[in-house]
């Protein structure tokens, strides 16, 4: 018996199934065997752009995910700059920096070429590649910015053992390139990974007998493993659900259920919460996104059915099957790596001076178009003001506190705290009043 059968019955958790949104449209000329999936939220989202590696054709393929249409492909078979050998992984970065100008960019693991090839978005213009000189056969990617420092980690699954290689992607000229920051082993078969900066966890599959998910920390030390007994063959696609403060969901495929499973684990205590299933078969990729989309306002998720199409799921229809819950969040420039790593200075980014009597004045930044909301709380939890209320564009904002609260009463000395809601998402910065 599967763990998860006996769990459902201990905890009253159980496969539900939830209904198929689309599937998107296969090219007129057919595909390939594709693999994995990852999904560009455009400035307009009527715009955005779910990509999929096609192995066999060595492209990519383009996709409205709102519509279904195909778009076109990207790339073209050979060994060339800009072109493709048997593409795996695929992952998309936001706002890395690039002469003077902040792009948007596509992330592909080569497995024939042993490397990683960048493009710009939407342009599509080649920036470089990177890891020949470490890899054979690469497949997954995830990443992470480490402060305003973009990494790509990559999974190495010719090696014995299989290794993780992490690369700091800098700009050089016109071009993007990665320079190896390090590498470690692991102890089991890879091929998808995650990252969860804000609990300090690297996500590995591991498709060896242990079939389950090992879990690393952002130093390459080794953790522990969870899962067990959840997966037929083998753990697949990561994609995570963020519902701020380190809070939200994983959501791990296994691959050879029929139909595949989807099994959900709370993310911060790794805890199995059940799984779903629908029509999609034989899945490898998954990804998810939480920005609202033309007819997918509550988010969506993707996975690769049969290594034939691409299968869309609404996640409302997800998380009222599982009771979950729901956040829509613009992956835009609030990469969530760069949140966590330093949130008190991505969003909120500072007050000045601090210590401060008897004003001071708050930065921040909004990173989307969205309510705001900049409350200013004591020591006790009490709200003593609130300095914005209002809907914001994307931009940097101040906004000056001349230490009094909303009575009009000059505030004691002590700590404070100031509280930016953007959305949906929540940051927090201590403040000194000094007199």
């Known amino acids: 018996m599967k763990t998860h059968l006996l769990a459902a019955f201990l905890f009253g958790t159980s496969t539900v199934v939830v209904p198929l949104f689309h599937e998107l449209d296969s090219p007129p000329e057919g595909n390939g065997t594709i693999d994995s999936v990852a999904i560009w939220v455009a400035p307009n989202p009527a715009e955005s752009v779910l990509f999929t590696t096609d192995k066999s054709d060595h492209t990519i393929l383009m996709h409205n995910p709102s519509t279904k249409k195909f778009i076109g492909r990207l790339g073209s078979g050979g060994a060339g700059a800009g072109q493709l050998g048997y593409p795996n992984g695929v992952a998309v970065g936001y706002g890395v920096s690039l002469n003077g100008a902040r792009i948007d960019v596509l992330f592909i693991v080569e497995r024939d070429n042993h490397r990683v090839s960048i493009f710009s978005l939407p342009e599509q213009k080649f920036l470089g590649h990177f890891g020949a000189e470490d890899l054979t056969e690469p ?63 690297v996500l590995l599959c591991d498709e060896s007998d242990a079939r389950n998910v090992m879990v690393y920390d952002l130093a390459g030390n080794f953790v522990q493993r969870f899962g067990e007994g959840l997966f037929t063959i083998d753990p697949e696609g990561i994609a ?38 629908g029509e999609t078969r034989g899945t490898d990729g998954v990804a998810l996104t939480q920005a609202a989309l033309p007819s997918l306002p509550h988010g969506s998720f993707y996975a ?103 009575s009009g009463e000059a505030a004691a000395s002590g700590v404070y705290f100031a509280r930016l809601t953007v959305g949906n998402a929540v940051y927090t910065h201590t403040l000194l009043l000094q007199k």
């Open 139 to 201: 497949y997954g990617v995830a990443l992470y910015w480490k402060g305003d420092l973009l990494q790509a980690w990559i999974t190495e699954t010719d090696s014995s053992p299989d290794q993780v290689y992490v690369y700091n992607i800098l700009p050089q000229g016109e071009s993007l390139v990665g320079k190896r920051a390090f590498f470690f082993d692991v102890a089991g078969g890879l091929e998808s990974i995650a990252i969860d900066p804000v609990n300090n966890r």
């Open 240 to 277: 995570l659900y963020d519902l701020g403060n380190g809070a939200g969901y994983l959501i791990i495929t296994d691959q050879n259920a029929s139909p595949t499973e989807f099994e959900v684990f709370d993310r911060k205590t790794l805890q199995w919460l059940g799984n779903f299933t």
């Open 304 to 406: 690769v059915h049969s290594d034939k199409t691409v299968h869309v799921y609404d996640w409302a229809a997800i998380a009222g099957a599982m009771n979950l819950s729901t956040a829509i969040k613009s992956p835009r420039t609030a990469v969530a790596e760069r949140k966590a790593a330093n949130p008190s200075q991505f969003n909120l980014l500072t007050n000045h001076p601090n210590p401060f009597n008897p004003s001071t004045t708050i930065s921040y930044r909004v990173d989307h178009y969205a309510p705001v909301h900049l409350d200013l709380y004591d020591s006790l939890g009490k709200q003593i003001a609130r300095l914005v209320s209002k809907v914001q564009p994307v931009g940097e904002y101040q906004v000056r506190w001349d230490g009094r609260t909303h």
